[in-house]
């Protein structure tokens, strides 16, 4: 069995003859100083976050609101019967209205709470 030299080789397995790809860290003494990657972000922004968060729920509660209005619309070309297109509305804005109400008492409850002394 031949010897392999384990100098030959750098870490990936590829031959000390041949260059190195250029998404390869550079070889050397390590003077160089490494680069952090450029997808992570300076400082973490808890407002940002909270901000981006919001705009989720709040596209996802529209998205409930159309989804509701297409079924009420769907329901009324059917039957043509308003108490059931109503029921249909009144049902989705109800529930979209709890869920913000539960969300709201949630943010009141995970904010600390000031003493008064």
Not at 53 to 73: C, E, H, M, N, P
């Amino acid at each position: 069995m031949p010897r392999i030299d384990a100098n030959r080789f750098d870490r990936a397995g590829r031959n000390g003859d041949s260059p190195p790809d250029d998404d390869s860290p550079p070889q050397g003494d390590g003077s160089q100083q490494s680069q952090p990657p450029h997808n992570v972000p300076e400082q973490y922004d808890p407002q940002q976050d909270a901000a981006t968060k919001r705009k989720i729920v709040f596209w996802i509660a529209l998205g409930i609101v159309a989804w509701g209005v297409v079924l009420a619309l769907g329901d009324f070309m059917v039957n043509r019967d308003q108490r059931r297109t109503l029921i249909i509305l009144a049902s989705v804005v109800v529930f979209v209205g709890f869920w913000f109400t539960m969300l709201r008492s949630r943010r009141s409850f995970d904010r600390p709470r000031r003493r008064r002394d």
